[in-house]
């Protein structure tokens, strides 16, 4: 997550893509990384809450870290609806951690 998000961007990606894909990109690194966290904490001894806050908070923390850190990349530049994306993604991620865990069988 970290070489996707802080690599150096490419001036020219909005003509290999399409408009938005770094939000894209944003919503699906977050879901995918707070999807398996939470899962992981699913299927060990955690509280249910407590994985909740971390993977929330730490989602979070990652999310602002990154976008303040992006502000000092060159062809990268910080966004908030970058940011924004993160959080939706990690939250989508978290729901979607649940619905697998009630799917999959128990170890």
């Excluded at 070489?3 to 977050?30: R, T, V």
């Excluded at 989602?59 to 990268?76: F, K, V």
Aim: hydrophobic share 50%.
């Amino acid at each position: 997550m970290a070489w996707l998000l802080l690599s150096p961007g490419s001036p020219d990606i909005d003509q290999y893509y399409f408009p938005g894909i770094d939000k894209l990109a944003h919503f699906s690194l977050f879901l995918g990384w707070s999807g398996l966290m939470t899962l992981r904490g699913l299927y060990g001894s955690m509280n249910i809450r407590w994985i909740l806050l971390v993977v929330f908070c730490v989602s979070l923390i990652l999310g602002a870290g990154t976008e303040l850190l992006q502000g000092m990349i060159p062809n990268r530049s910080k966004d908030l609806n970058d940011f924004f994306a993160d959080v939706l993604g990690a939250v989508c991620g978290l729901i979607l951690a649940f619905a697998a865990k009630k799917i999959l069988p128990a170890r």
